[in-house]
């Protein structure tokens, strides 16, 4: 089992700039990638971000590639998404899932290949 816990959301200003962490705990050994996703009020899940615990290759949904920046930190078996430039349309729950490879949900645009989740945390944009 892996449990993961996400922090950092909040109520930033459009414009602004956050850097949400998730960090893993328990078997660690059972996933190879972990990857961002959110879901607006009302929205279907939407894929953000992937990238390897081991290499830290990533992979970007295109909505999100000129924004937003993951960051490993495989000795704190934490991950980091850092989103800039914030839109009120960036409003969300933001989760985390641990997945055994990121070409794996790539490959099925961001629907299959997680096995766990956290509950996520509110990013709310708003002036």
């Known amino acids: 089992q892996v449990q993961l816990v996400e922090s950092g959301g909040g109520l930033v200003q459009p414009g602004g700039s956050l850097r949400l962490s998730c960090v893993a705990s328990g078997s660690t050994s059972d996933y190879n990638a972990i990857a961002w996703f959110r879901q607006a009020p009302g929205k279907e899940r939407e894929g953000i971000s992937c990238t390897t615990i081991e290499d830290h290759a990533t992979w970007y949904a295109d909505s999100m590639k000129l924004r937003s920046s993951i960051t490993p930190d495989r000795a704190k078996n934490t991950v980091y998404l850092r989103i800039n430039s914030l839109k009120p349309e960036d409003t969300a729950v933001y989760h985390c899932?641990?997945?055994?490879?990121?070409?794996?949900?790539?490959?099925?645009?961001?629907?299959?290949?997680?096995?766990?989740w956290g509950e996520g945390t509110l990013v709310t944009v708003s002036s």
């Open positions: 899932a641990a997945a055994t490879s990121c070409i794996v949900v790539v490959t099925s645009r961001w629907e299959h290949g997680m096995d766990y």
